[in-house]
């Protein structure tokens, strides 16, 4: 999954991710050998091409999710700097699907980013973040569905999953990860994430809320969800597209108001000449609005 960090990154970190991934592996295979099905993790105080210490507490670890088929999770914890016993507690998934939660822990919310200067043949430079979402919450990165990241199944029919299946993965993961954790129970949570997450981000929380209802253990203190730039569905996600345009000003009233006339709302399927041709009209001001953004 190194390779998607990279399609983020400018032209001089490129080839940069690789070599820091590479660093992390050893530690990764350290957990793999302790973790068969049950939880693994470790405090992690340095980073390659992180000038000492780490500001912050960071924790990595696996989670088995699935025991028939050996499927185990990984994830990156780290705790809010300023009040971790109230502070709420997010868990952010990244889009895809089967981009790592090391995409939002290092390019999005999280509390490092990387140095922006010009390959030199060494590892990258990270810094510490300032404005990261760590300052007021403790969040939880997680490498799902299975296959994404550090995240694996010893079978290879465990990596066979769709939105369902690893929705309820990721609701395992949480029971294991708040049983073992039992010091953020009371905190408030919420599950969060962008693009592709879109998809499964309410099932978890409606997986979670079920679970609370039937005063299943632990008791989760659910308060939310959010999502940004978020997949739904494509009908809704692709229709969406005309009237963001035109409130973003790049196409005109008159281009909008045509569209909307001909195309009675329906911008998937054209229910007419018109209409097509008005649709192909938008696409060439370049406006077309992908329902997933490869991340």
Known sequence: MAFKFVQACTAGQCHLL?????????????????????????????????????????????????????????????????????????????????????????FEVGPIKFVLAPYSGGLPQIEYKPLSWTKMA????????????????????????????????????LNKWFTDHPQYLSNPFYVGGESYAGMVIPLIAQYISEGIEKMQQPLINLKGYLVGNPKTEQKYDINFRISSAHGFGIISDQIYEAAMKSCKGDFVNPVNQLCAGLLRKIENVNIIYLPIVLL
Do not use: M
Not at 18 to 30: C, E, G, N, Y
Not at 57 to 68: A, D, F, M
């Open 138 to 173: 403790s969040i939880i990165f997680l490498d799902s569905p299975v296959g994404s990241g550090f995240s694996y199944a010893r079978d290879p029919k465990g990596n066979d999953v769709g939105d369902y299946s690893s929705s309820l993965q990721v609701q395992t993961f």
């Open 18 to 106: 690789p070599l820091l991934l590479l660093h992390l592996v050893p530690a990764i295979f350290l957990l793999l050998l302790l973790s068969r099905s049950a939880s693994a993790s470790t405090v992690v105080t340095h980073l390659p091409g992180f000038e000492g210490p780490l500001p912050f507490y960071l924790e990595t670890g696996y989670v088995g999710v699935e025991e028939e088929t050996g499927t185990e999770l990984f994830y990156y914890f780290v705790e809010s700097e300023r009040s971790p016993s109230t502070d709420p507690v997010l868990l952010w998934l990244t889009g895809g699907p089967r981009c790592s939660g090391f995409s939002g822990f290092g």
